[in-house]
T-cell receptor, first 114, second 115 residues
């Protein structure tokens, strides 16, 4: 069965500081990996995804993530955080026989200090 | 339409009542998904439609939950004999063909409160 762990429930960073949100997955084959952002009252918005090729993927809003098969990780990074990045972030995995079914982590809430 | 829409945005009901939640996917998307998001948790898969048929309903928690998509576009999630534990945000998403690497486009959700 596929699963996702986001070890950090809540992270606080200062505006302008760098950010890394952790994601570990469990999946038997090559996974498809996603990061979504959810702002209050908003639907989930895709930031980026990995399904093959270059293990460093670029997304919207200046985010990037790196797929590390050896560590079963797909951590999200941003070099300089903006106050508008405050939101909840979800990592998800899909693939194989579970086509159509994404499994999400429980999310990391990001607070940005001025 | 521009995106996935869901109605109602909020629903308050009493324990034991029947509710219907509607999802209108992006036009032309054959795949439609329902998820449930409880407070403090990530979305949890419920059911996935490919066209009119349910391709995977393994996430439906019990037989009080049922979903249909009779014409391959709009879908309705139906909950019978609601319980307080059903309170959550119900999310709908759609994607062009349902392949695993496709982006799923999410609606804003229906917040269900069972009193």
């Amino acid at each position: 069965a596929q699963s996702v762990t986001q070890p950090d429930i809540h992270i606080t960073v200062s505006e302008g500081a760098s950010l890394e949100l952790r994601c570990n997955y469990s999946y038997g084959a090559t996974p498809y990996l996603f990061w979504y952002v959810q702002s209050p009252g908003q639907g989930l918005q895709l930031l980026l995804k990995y399904f093959s090729g270059d293990t460093l993927v670029q997304g919207i809003k200046g985010f990037e993530a790196e797929f590390k098969r050896s560590q079963s990780s797909f951590n999200l990074r941003k070099p300089s955080v903006h106050w508008s990045d405050a939101a909840e972030y979800f990592c998800a995995v899909a693939g194989g026989s579970n086509a159509g079914k994404s499994t999400f982590g429980d999310g990391t809430t990001l607070t940005v200090k001025p | 339409g521009a995106g996935v829409s869901q109605t109602p945005s909020n629903k308050v009901t009493e324990k034991g009542k029947y509710v219907e939640l509607r999802c209108d996917p992006i036009s032309g998307h054959t795949a439609l998904y329902w998820y449930r998001q409880s407070l403090g948790q990530g979305p949890e898969f419920l059911i996935y439609f490919q066209g009119t048929g349910a391709a995977d309903d393994s996430g439906l928690p019990n037989d009080r939950f049922f979903a249909v998509r009779p014409e391959g576009s709009v879908s309705t999630l139906k909950i019978q004999r609601t319980e307080r534990g059903d309170s959550a945000v119900y999310l709908c998403a759609s994607s062009p063909r349902g392949a695993s690497q496709e982006t799923q486009y999410f609606g804003p959700g229906t917040r269900l409160l069972v009193l």
